[in-house]
């Protein structure tokens, strides 16, 4: 039984580990994110979670100390994906409005990744009776919800806009093609005509 105990706060050692790491990463992105959106919103997100993020890495290195052990991370290897991908689609060439909802859903990956690996965390806590850590690790966890609503409220209405202005720049398109068409049609007649004037002539 107490082999029992030991290997599950072993795991939740791991875990905040990982989640350490995780965070880590982000602060080092957000900034990335943050000058590669166009959206003021949207930046502004990216900003403010990036304070909110420094906020986090506190409340491990705060677990951490209860736990008298080291705070020391593990290459969590899972954001190290999802931070990546994110850094390709910020270099892909977009339009302005395409490009942010593309980082924005990016950014909602990185917070539902994270919300899972919190909820695992405080559920072991929780498990390990560490009342304060649990409560400690569902606060971030309602703070990565929020971001996520954040994220998906902008993703909404970039997704609308982008919509709108694609609509906008099909019906330019198609003003422009029957305009030329017209164009087209008569330079055939013309050509004909004068084609079967030199017929007969001939
Ligand atoms: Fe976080």
């Known amino acids: 039984m107490a082999k029992q105990v030991g290997g599950l706060r072993q795991l939740f050692l791991e875990e905040l580990q990982d989640l350490f790491d995780a965070e880590k990463q982000l602060v080092r992105a957000l900034p990335k994110m943050a000058k590669s959106a166009t959206d003021t ?5 990216f900003r403010e979670h990036l304070e909110v993020t420094r906020g986090q890495v506190e409340r491990l290195e705060q677990i951490f100390e209860s ?3 080291r705070a020391r991370s593990t290459p969590c290897r899972g954001m190290k994906g999802i931070v990546e991908e994110g850094a390709e689609i910020m270099g892909e060439g977009r339009g302005e409005r395409l490009l942010d909802s593309a980082i924005a859903a990016s950014g909602r990956k990185v917070e539902h990744y994270e919300m899972m690996g919190y909820e ?13 850590a649990a409560q400690l690790l569902q606060e971030t966890l309602r703070e990565e919800m929020q971001a996520d609503r954040q994220l998906a409220q902008i993703s909404k209405r970039l997704l609308k806009e982008s ?22 049609t008569t330079q055939p007649k013309r050509a004909a005509r004068s ?4 017929s007969s002539r001939s």
């Open 41 to 45: 919103e949207l930046e502004s997100a």
């Open 67 to 69: 736990m008298d052990s």
């Open 120 to 132: 695992a965390a405080r559920s072991i806590a929780q498990q390990l009776g560490m009342r304060e």
């Open 163 to 184: 919509g709108r202005r694609s609509m906008e720049a099909g019906s330019e398109t198609r003003r422009a093609t029957r305009k030329s068409s017209r164009g087209r």
């Open 195 to 198: 084609t079967s004037r030199t």
